[in-house]
């Protein structure tokens, strides 16, 4: 069997030689990271099993590979490139990668509400321009901090946050139980949290399920942190929200479109910090990530 990492970056390549041992199945890295779809085939050729990092992979793209049998997809949200369905029906499995980024992803998280609680990048822009705008922040320590959705992001959301000593609420959309967290009604979520802190999938029942009646929900002045996916915001509900005052920050690393547009109105904002879906960029998730793909081809060729 052979495979073919489409994709690649640098540092992903380089992971990849690093952690394949010579006992693993042959892997091909392709370093041009804006392939197109329409030139995966060629890369691919007459490989078994093909790793996708961030490349749409249609259906009759897919079936233009001869021998491909199997998408190891690097992440957990294979829907947003490519149907696991469609795939299956011209007999191509597609497997998703879970878990390797849960620390790096719920730090970045936990990072932002610290921003926005301080206001440092406010401060950090006026400082850098030659000025001195000291601004008052808030204590996080005995307050309360929602979280909608608790997968492993969550849970490794809610051990930081407790261990700050803040209190951690939560609303999933199937029953859930974890130690230390209260699970209540997502209105009642809204309602107690200081900080509120996204970690749902992307899927047709989330996409834009944070709404303006969500926001209207929420407690005056919210620290709004999203880390999942920008689609599940209405994003025109929260930069109405942020202009109101009724979200007193939000700590974004993941927009409607990305890259974020030049001139978009979250970037005209003071109460908001960007950073540019980054949160998984860890070597410790890189090297969890590729481990994790290798460990993929390593049942496949078990299982023949």
């Known amino acids: 069997m ?27 890295v392709n370093r041009d990271i804006d392939i197109t779809p329409e030139q995966i085939p060629a890369v691919v050729g007459d490989a078994d ?21 199997h998408v190891v997809f690097m992440g957990t949200g294979a829907r947003s490139y490519m149907s696991p369905e469609e ?26 509400m610290w921003a926005g609680a301080k ?10 321009a030659g000025g001195w705008p000291r601004r008052d922040g808030i204590e996080l320590t005995g307050k309360t901090v929602g979280l909608i959705g608790f997968g492993g992001i969550g849970a490794e959301m809610a051990r930081l946050c407790q261990g700050a000593g803040m209190r951690v609420i ?12 209260e699970f209540l009604a997502r209105e009642e979520v809204l309602a107690q949290s200081d900080v509120l802190s996204i970690h749902l999938l992307l899927n047709d029942q989330t996409r834009s399920m944070i709404d303006a009646q969500w926001f209207s929900q929420m407690r005056d002045g919210v620290i709004f942190i999203n880390t999942a996916r920008g689609a599940v915001v209405d994003e ?14 939000a700590g974004l690393d993941v927009y409607t479109t990305e890259p974020l547009p030049a001139g978009h109105a979250l970037s005209k904002l003071d109460n908001v910090t960007l950073s540019a879906h980054s949160a998984f960029r860890t070597p410790e998730a890189s090297d969890n990530l590729i481990e994790a793909a290798l460990e993929h081809c390593r049942r496949i060729v078990a299982q023949g």
């Not at 025109?236 to 920050?249: E, F, N, T, W, Y």
């Open 119 to 128: 206001d440092f990048a406010v401060m950090d822009r006026g400082v850098r």
């Open 2 to 28: 052979k495979a073919v990492f489409v994709d690649a970056s640098d540092l992903l390549a380089d992971v990849t030689s690093r952690l394949r041992q010579p006992s693993d199945v042959e892997v091909s």
């Open 87 to 112: 795939l299956a029906e011209i007999g191509i499995q597609v497997h998703i990668i879970k878990g390797y980024g849960d620390t790096a992803v719920a730090e970045c998280a936990f990072g932002l």
């Open 236 to 249: 025109a509900a929260m930069i109405d929200a942020l202009k109101s005052g009724k979200v007193r920050h």
């Open 170 to 181: 939560a609303w999933n959309r199937t029953p859930k139980t974890h130690p230390g967290v």
């Open 49 to 69: 099993i093909v790793w996708i990092d961030h490349t749409g992979f249609p259906t009759d793209i897919a079936s233009q590979c001869p021998n491909l049998r």
